[in-house]
């Protein structure tokens, strides 16, 4: 029977019979048949097919020359294998050229200027690369992975972990436990330096921020960070510090631990202000640090900015009294809201009483985080428009007795009304990652006003709720309100004219004497400034004595034209002339538009020839930190408390991971969008 396959090809010449033994290698480079394709892949750089017995053929490495199985017959093994051998390094003569000429596709430290190599492949393709494993640089990745993350340092013993990495990488050689914390230390150390000498380069003051946690092991720390704008005008904010202290904490404790971190970085004399919550303790710190900084920091002026309230923290100490104050009908209506959500019948029936009684609402039931007091303002809220359904419900279901009374509800409604003006003058800030000072000023006037107006209403029950809520911002509002004017004072779009409009609400006719005290403070703080010499100011030179007179024996050129006389008056009236300071130009200039995206510290930066002296002055004061914490605690009640994990760590240990993380974070700032303002995880 005929065959039904092609035709052959044409069998090439037959060379000379040489008899081999089966071990025996034959080179078949001259046997590939006519028609196959020519192989292009970069291996073939590497390789040469050598036959072996069996019909079988092997790629045998040209510089190692070892074999690997290639075909089998009419199989083919495919090239992974080979390329792997080469491009991993597991090919012991690669490997030992690559250790010696330290290759790479651009070798900075080659001779040859960082240019191509030549030993590298000309073509790149999938899959090869002249990768070279270094252990020490992936070590240095994977804790300032475990730094930046907040991994557990024990994830290196995980065996999953290990198996991980091990089949990412065989050559990769893990790490206990114990290394991983020297290699924290070490990272810590190395940025520590980064830090100090990015200090160093500040033009301006540096202002400070005091936070303290404690851990379940009942250890203070202290969390010191220090805030400040850059030659380039962009604001900055790093953790100096977070240290152990005494626990319960103690002033005086804090005060010598403040004076030592300030003395390690170097700032003593840099220091501008320093910003505290309300805790009592506080007010000896400030006075124990005036003390320390009197010979080598002038508290400018006189020291009436160096302290600072925390505007997050009296806004939470507000919400959080002024909340357990009707704690049992908070409990109330958190008990009616749980009730409802417990079941889907529950939640059935209550859908069915709200439809009858055509309660219209777009908001829906939800219980808070009673750490969380923007959740529990929310609660009360959405809760408050459904209050007839709760009535309703309580007269149909047995199990259900827990709907607030009609007056309660009243109460509930005038503490939101209030409740509120905290909530949006909190809520300006979320998102914000590091608010300039200037933004401040503008909620707080208002929450002044709105408190002050409720604490004096008619109406008894507005008075009796917002009293206590009163009295506390009232003592922020002594405290803090020249600072927050300052602040925007230096925002060309509101200077005093915000300040003057503000006072006039608050103080109505006594608001000149306020307005006064803030402008006779800024003056004074502006002399301070024209004191100090300017940066990169021109040099001229002075005129010589004789420089206006001619050639000896010669006639006075000023008085050749016989106006002496006229040169005299001319001279007494600009020695009597008062100038105007930047600061009084700056004041009765225009205001600049109000548009939504404004940048403060780019207008700065734009306008610092045209006024020197103040743009140093604004620098210092736009830097001040309003509030210790970052946008994300602007809610938060709890005390702030390391997680079990970094409390069983020793301390040293701990500064080291929590400093480090503030610190890398700036070379990483896909992590800054994630956790950028976190300083440790905390619970709460």
């Known amino acids: 029977m005929a065959s039904l396959a092609s035709p052959a090809a044409p069998a090439a010449p037959a060379a000379p019979a040489t008899p081999t033994s089966d071990n025996e290698l034959v080179s078949t480079e001259n046997q590939v048949p006519a028609k196959r394709r020519r192989k292009k892949s970069m291996v073939w750089e590497h390789f040469t097919i050598e036959a072996v017995a069996g019909g079988c053929s092997r790629a045998c490495c040209k510089r190692c020359k070892q074999t690997f199985a290639y075909s089998t017959g009419s199989k083919l093994a495919g090239t992974s294998h080979l390329k792997r051998h080469i491009a991993l390094g597991s090919c012991p003569k690669s490997r030992e050229k690559l250790d010696k000429k330290q290759l790479s596709p651009y070798d900075p430290s080659a001779s040859n200027g960082g240019t191509p190599s030549t030993d590298q492949p000309r073509k790149r393709y999938r899959g090869y690369s002249s990768f070279m494993f270094d252990q020490d640089h992936s070590l240095q990745d994977m804790v300032k992975m475990i730094i930046l993350h907040e991994y557990p340092l024990h994830i290196v013993e995980h065996s999953a972990f290990v198996t991980f990495v091990q089949n990412l990488q065989p050559r990769f050689r893990m790490i206990d436990f114990d290394t991983v914390e020297t290699e924290c230390l070490a990272i810590y150390q190395k940025e520590q330096q980064n830090v100090l000498q990015f200090l160093s380069t500040v033009p301006g003051r540096i202002c400070l921020t005091l936070d303290l946690y404690m851990s379940s092991q009942t250890l203070g720390y202290m969390c010191l960070t220090g805030q400040f704008i850059c030659g380039d005008w962009k604001l900055h904010r790093r953790i100096l510090n977070f240290t152990v202290v005494s626990f319960p904490h103690t002033g005086n404790a804090h005060a010598g631990a403040i004076g030592k971190c300030l003395s390690d970085w170097d700032i003593e ?222 925002d060309p779009r509101f200077k005093m004219k915000l300040v003057e409009f503000s006072y006039s609400k608050i103080y109505g006719e006594n608001a000149s004497e306020y307005v006064k005290i803030v402008d006779e403070i800024i003056h004074d703080l502006f002399l301070e400034y024209v004191t100090q010499p300017l940066p990169l100011t021109p040099v001229y030179e002075e005129q010589s004595p004789g420089a206006g007179e001619a050639k000896e024996g010669g006639q006075l050129l000023a008085s050749s034209d016989g106006l002496l006389d006229f040169d005299v008056y001319i001279s007494e009236m600009a020695c009597n002339q008062q100038t105007k300071s930047e600061l009084d130009q700056y004041l009765e200039e225009s205001l600049i538009p109000r548009i939504q995206e404004f940048d403060i510290l780019n207008w700065w930066k734009l306008n610092k020839l045209k006024y020197p002296t103040l743009s140093l002055m604004a620098r210092d004061i736009l830097a001040i930190p309003m509030a210790t914490v970052t946008s994300e605690f602007m809610f938060s009640t709890g005390n702030k408390v390391l997680d079990d994990y970094r409390s069983s760590m020793k301390p040293e240990t701990v500064e080291a991971i929590v400093c480090a993380k503030d610190w890398l974070q700036y070379q990483h700032p896909q992590d800054m969008t994630e956790t950028s303002n976190a300083i440790v995880k905390v619970e709460f």
């Not at 320093?274 to 506080?282: A, G, L, Y």
């Not at 503490?415 to 707080?444: Q, R, S, W």
């Not at 008894?460 to 009295?471: A, F, G, N, R």
């Open 269 to 490: 004399s840099k220091l501008f202000t320093i910003t505290f919550d309300h805790s009592p303790s506080n007010d000896n710190i400030s006075l124990f640090l005036r003390d320390l900084l009197s010979d080598k920091n002038t508290l400018a002026p006189n020291g009436r900015l160096f302290t600072v309230r925390c505007y997050a923290h009296i806004l939470n100490l507000i919400a959080q009294n002024s909340l357990e104050a009707i704690h049992e009908i908070v409990y109330k209506v958190r008990e009616s809201v749980k009730y409802v959500r417990s079941s889907p019948e529950h939640e059935l029936r209550f859908t069915e009483i709200v439809q009858q009684l055509q309660i219209i609402s777009t908001k829906s039931l939800f219980l808070d985080v009673q750490t969380q007091w923007n959740t529990t303002y929310l609660m009360l809220v959405a809760a408050s428009e459904f209050k007839q359904a709760f009535s309703q419900l309580e007269a149909c279901e047995s199990t259900y007795n827990e709907a607030p009374s009609a007056e309660e509800w009243k109460k509930v409604e005038t503490l939101c009304k209030y409740l509120k003006v905290l909530y949006d003058a909190a809520n300006i800030f979320t998102g914000i990652t590091y608010p300039t000072a200037n933004m401040y000023f503008h909620e707080a006037w208002k929450i002044q006003l709105e408190l002050t107006n409720a604490a004096t209403s008619e109406d008894p029950l507005v008075s009796s709720i917002t009293k206590q809520m009163h009295e506390k911002f009232n003592k922020y509002w002594s405290d803090c309100s020249l600072v927050l004017a300052m602040a925007v004072v230096m």
